[in-house]
Each structure stands twice: as C-alpha cells, then as structure tokens.
C-alpha cells in the first residue's frame, strides 16, 4: 500500500530493458543489421535492401515477438502452477503437459514419418505445421485427463499423478526412440531443443492470439490466485468455489504452455525462474503484481536467452533450452540462497 | 438469552467422512448444537474425538454427512460459498505462507468476500482491516514480513484476517496448539472480548482444559464415540461430566483443585503445616514423589517451614529424626535417596 510508486517505477524500468532488448534481437543475428535500416524496413521509409528488409519482416520480427509472447506465456504459467500447487518449484510442465507434447511430436516424427513427413532438419511447411498440431494434440490430450482427475482427487495427488503421467509418458517416447534410426532422433532431437525460429507469420497467426488470450483470461483470476496463497481450505472459507476455480486456472496455465510447446518445443525452467524474480524484485506475492511482472520479465529473459542462442557474430547456434537453464537456474538457486527456506514461501 | 441471538443452529447432524462403497465412516451423529452471538464456546475432547471434524463441518469446508446446519435461521447448503463467507470465517491448524507477506496484506485477504472481482481495497475495507489489527493488538505488525512473526504473533494476525472478513460467527480450530502458556491466555483474552464486546459468536477447538474451562461460557464436550455434552464449564465440572470424559486408569479428575492428577497407588502419606504460598508448592512438589497430602492420620512425613522474609527454611520430621533444608530441590533429592534406601530397586525392574 506503501509502495505503489515503487512498483510503477520497477514496471517502466523493466517495459524499457525488454524494448531495447527486443530492437537489439531484432538488430543482431548471423549478420547485424543496423537500427536505422531495422526502423526502415519495418516503417518502409528510405531506400532499404528488400533482402535485408526481407530478413528484418519475415525472420527476425515474428521470431522475436514470438520469444516475448512464449516467454510471458509460460512465466505466467509457471506462476499459477506455482500458487495453486503451493510449490516453489512447480512449473508450467509439472503436470506433464510436455511429455504429452513430446509423445504426439515422437509419434509423427519417429513412427509416420515413414509415411510422407520430411526428416530433414529444416522441415517443410507442411511437415512443420504437423509437427506443431501433434504437439499441441499430445498436450491438450494428457491436459484433458488431468482436468478430469482434478474434479475427484485434491491438489497434492494430482500433483503426483501429474508426475507419474510425466514418466509414464517419458518411457513411452523413450521405446520409440530405441527403436528408430538415427537421422529421425535427429529430427526429434531439434525439436526438443526448443527454437523460437520456427514461426512463420501464418503460424504467428494462430499463436499470438491463442496467447493473448490465455494471458488477458488470467486478469479476472488475480483476487482468486491471491486466496490460493493461503491454501484450497482458506480460499473455500473465503467464498471461493474451489473445485471449477482450480479447474479454470489449471486449465489456462496448461493451455499456455502446451501452445508454446507445440509451436516452440518444450522450454524449461523460463516457468520457474520469472516468477522467483519477480517475488524477488517486487518484494509481494500478490497476483495483480506478479501476473503482469513475470509475463514481462518471462518475455525478457526468453528474448534474451534467445539472442544468447543465435550467439551473433560466430557461425553456429546453441540449443535454446541449455540457455535458458544456464539463466534461469542461477535466478533460482539465487532465491533459494538469499530467502533460505524458499519451502516456507508457501506455507 | 432469546432465540434471537442463535447464530447457528445444528439439527439432527451427522458427521464424518463419505465412502463409495456405501458405509461411511461416521464421527457423530444427531448433533443438536447452538452457537449464540457475544458466547466464547470451547470445544473440548480427547484426541480423535472428532473435533476437528465437527469444526470442518460447522464452517462449510466439509459437507455433512446428513441433517441440517442452519445459519442467522438459514440453510446453509442452500447457500453460495460467498454468502457463506460473510456469515463464517475460520483459522484452521494449515500452514500459512511466509513469504514475500506482510501481515497487512494477510489481514485483507480477509476482505475477499466483500471486494469486487478486481479485488482493490476500498476505504471501508482499509478501515476494517486496521480496526481487525487493532482488535486482536497487532498494529505495529502490519507492515512486518509474516515469516519473521513468532507463533503467537502469527496466530493473532490470522484471527485478524478472520476478523476482517466480517462474519458474525468465527470458528478456530486449535488456536493456541503452538504457543506458548502467557500467549495462550493472551489469544483466549482476545477472543473472549471479541464475543462479550464485538458481539461475535465464537467457537473453538482446544486441548487446553483448564484454560478452557476458565474462560469459556459454555463447553461442549466431545467423548471418544462423538457424543457432546453442552453446558457452562462449572455446571459440567460440578455434575462430573468433564471427569467421565477425560478420566481414564492413569488419570483422575479432581474437583476440587479444578484439575487431573496423576494416579498412583500409593501408602506414602505426608501432613504440610500452614496455608499459603510456600505451602502449596510443598505440597505439589510432595505430591510429585507420590506422597499423599493429609492433615490427620498416620503420616510418614511431616513437613513444617519457617519464613524468614523470603529465606524459607523447610523442617521434615520423620520416624527416626528431622532434617533442615534451604530449598525444596534438597528436600526432594533427601527424599528421593530415602525412598530408594527403603525400596532398593528389584532385579527384574533393571
């Protein structure tokens, strides 16, 4: 109550670093474009290179946008997962909303390719937008069981089923992967790696306004996920209908997640890590706060974790997911260490 | 007091836990019970009895089994869980979060039921969460971290919490479980002037007897098989009730100390001269090596002292002689060794 000033102030500090940190992924890549042409291209003001211009609108716009969008997705996600579970260290995957995503990915890629799916790295259009559907099906699929088991069993034991469904499902793609042949591992593998640079702008879309939604959907939710802080039991006792509201929060932090997965590969630890900074920065743990921080602190560090995986000026690439965990589980281990109990966060 | 002033109504409650295959297991049944506006009621029994159970039940966070709970005259089944909350609120044993909390935004969660779905505060509501602070003394920890609050400071600013939701019935479930004995009495104090001058009914669950019994206006008892006995404390301890509760073959109820006492057999007998204070802590601490305090009849040991300003002296005159001692901590070692000497220890004990 004291403090409002100081959270619009942290809010514009962090809305300018992702801004200059969005033109610069924009700018840098395998070759540096300079602002002035970026600014060019996008306003098609000045006499521009239509090739550079090409590169500028139809690779490294939608690949940033779609970094920021993916990123605030499942900081959020990771967020509710967080609050409902009680959890510290649950994230956006925690119910196995991945490993369904990662099944559908193996089934098309490891078991139909035979059948008419390009296996080289770069997949065609078509392959692509296959690989994306199955992704999303495999998510929304494990997502729709576990809707169903939220209504009989309390928030503990579907956190456990959560899991026992992530391994269940993990050994499955592991058998496909034992018995296939080396250059579709291959695919598979790209795949898991996670890569915002997949994303044509007919596929952005479908994935931007998916997005949106789930995250503007979150905003009636803040007064609910608060009373979640104090457990199921205190937020019946505050008149919360307990049972439909864990359904709907669950439901739209695997939505998010599980289009993110589908579109980009599964990305780990951006789900854990925005959140601890964000109660780090902002010193609370109430929604209408932390919801808007971490989408833009999660756009932020998946912007930046991608142009560290573009690594401008060097001729390879890194694999996106070894860069998120190389920045997000410092920013956790950070929290345990300066809060000590990070357990008691949650009671 | 009229029926006015019934704030919850219980008829023909049947408690306990649902079962699929058709037999549920059942806490209690036929519950007729009654909560008043401006009554502290403490519900006491043994462990496992079913209070927590029956609390549960009575706030709404568990569906009864069968029968009727009625509120302000009112169904309560029939009620949304808002409108429910404006009319009971709770503080359960449930962890609370620590984290990133100060104790001001815990207390106005206590406003959910009442804020609009954006959840911001008004000036009404700004207003009941300082007066819910100010009631239960935690002003000065509004802006404090909850995780750095000790148990007793926690425990009031969640009856805050509860407060600020402005029901007329609060209902805790153990409050004063993890802190210590002056906080506890604290706590009761606070939740007895909530119900004499707020006017709130209160209901809690305690396994705190002798404080209980104290400061609540009416006890319900709960026995090992759910039965509930209703009455004012000193009515049930007059007519033996809280005795055949809790008395078992290691403990008896004594009515006129207002409290157990372990049993033991026992032919060691002791006569204590005088009646104040140093003599009542001689005679508990006699009592703690199994002497049976008596003032006639045969006795193995008899205890006189002499006050000087505070320098007691103790005199234990016995069979063969009488020794002096400086505290009481020598008399019970003196007396310990004597025991020993008289009944060294058998074999089959060691």
């Known amino acids: 109550m004291f403090v409002e000033g100081r959270y619009v102030l942290s809010f514009a500090v962090l809305a300018f670093v992702t801004l200059i940190v969005l033109v610069a992924s924009v700018c840098l890549g395998s070759a540096l474009i300079p602002f002035r042409e970026v600014v060019g291209s996008l306003f098609g003001a000045g006499e521009i290179d239509p090739v550079i211009s090409g590169i500028v609108l139809d690779f490294r716009l939608p690949r940033a946008l779609t970094a920021l969008l993916a990123g605030a997705a499942l900081a959020a996600s990771g967020l509710m997962m967080q609050t409902v579970f009680r959890n510290p260290l649950a994230d956006p995957f925690v119910l196995g909303v991945n490993s369904g995503a990662s099944l559908g990915v193996a089934v098309v890629l490891l078991l139909l390719a035979p059948s008419g799916v390009a296996l080289t790295q770069n997949l065609q259009f078509s392959g692509h937008l296959l690989i994306v559907l199955a992704a999303t099906g495999g998510a929304a699929a494990v997502l729709a069981v576990l809707l169903v088991l939220a209504q009989r069993v309390d928030v503990m034991s579907l956190l456990i089923l959560g899991l026992m469904i992530s391994y269940g499902i993990g050994s499955l793609v592991s058998i496909l992967m034992f018995y296939s042949m080396a250059e579709r591992l291959q695919s598979f593998f790209s795949w898991s790696f996670g890569n915002f640079g997949n994303m044509t702008w007919s596929q952005f879309r479908v994935f931007a306004p998916v997005v949106l939604l789930g995250l503007a959907a979150l905003f009636p939710l803040f007064k609910i996920l608060d009373a979640f802080l104090l457990g199921e039991r205190y937020a019946k006792s505050m008149g919360v209908k307990v049972k439909s509201a864990r359904i709907l929060i669950l439901g739209s932090a695997s939505l998010l997640a599980g289009v993110v997965t589908g579109f980009c590969g599964p990305i780990g630890f951006l789900g854990i890590a925005a959140p601890h900074f964000c109660r780090f920065l902002f010193k609370t743990a109430e929604h209408r706060i932390l919801v808007p921080a971490s989408m833009l602190v999660g756009g932020l560090v998946a912007l930046m974790a991608d142009l560290i995986a573009k690594a401008p000026g060097l001729e390879s690439t890194l694999p996106l997911n070894a860069v998120t965990a190389l920045i997000g589980a410092p920013v956790i281990m950070a929290a345990l260490l300066r809060q000590r109990n990070l357990r008691k966060v949650f009671g | ?350």
């Open chain 2, 1 to 350: 007091m009229s029926d006015g002033d019934v704030v919850l109504e219980t008829s023909r409650l049947k408690i306990g836990y649902p079962s699929k295959k058709g037999s549920d297991s059942v806490v209690a049944e036929d519950l007729s019970l009654s909560l008043r506006r401006g009554e502290l009621v403490c519900l006491i029994g043994p462990n496992g009895a079913g209070k927590s159970t029956l609390i549960r039940s009575l706030a709404g966070l568990d569906d009864p089994l069968a029968g009727l709970i009625e509120l302000n005259g009112r169904d309560a089944s029939l009620m949304s869980p808002k409108e429910r909350a404006r009319l009971t609120s709770v503080v359960l044993t449930d962890s609370t979060p620590s984290g990133m909390f100060t104790a001001y935004s815990l207390v106005a969660l206590g406003r959910h039921p009442h804020t609009r779905w954006t959840g911001r505060l008004r000036e009404e509501d700004r207003e009941r969460i300082e007066w819910a602070l100010r009631v239960v003394g935690a002003e000065d920890l509004a802006a404090r971290q909850v995780g750095e609050l000790s148990d007793g400071e926690r425990q009031k600013v969640m009856i805050a919490r509860a407060l600020a939701q402005e029901a007329s019935i609060l209902i805790l479930d153990e409050p004063t479980a993890f802190v210590d004995l002056p906080r506890r009495v604290e706590l009761m104090r606070i939740l007895g002037d909530l119900a004499h001058r707020v006017g709130i009914a209160v209901l809690l669950s305690s396994h705190d007897l002798e404080l209980s019994l104290r400061c609540a206006d009416t006890l319900w008892i709960m026995n090992s098989v759910g039965e509930i006995e209703v009455g004012a404390p000193e009515d049930l301890a007059l007519s033996g009730k809280i005795g055949s509760v809790f008395a078992s073959d290691k403990i008896d109820w004594d009515s006129e100390q207002g409290g157990f006492r372990l049993r033991r057999e026992t032919t060691r007998f002791a006569r204590v001269v005088g009646d104040c204070e140093v003599s009542l802590w001689t005679r508990r601490a006699l009592a703690r090596m199994g002497y049976v305090i008596r003032s006639e009849g045969d006795v193995s040991l008899s205890v006189t002292f002499d006050d000087r300003e505070g320098d007691v002296i103790w005199n234990v005159a016995f069979l063969e002689g009488e020794r002096n001692f400086r505290t009481l901590d020598a008399m019970v070692t003196w007396i310990k060794r004597r025991l020993l000497k008289e009944n060294p220890p058998k074999k089959s004990d060691r």
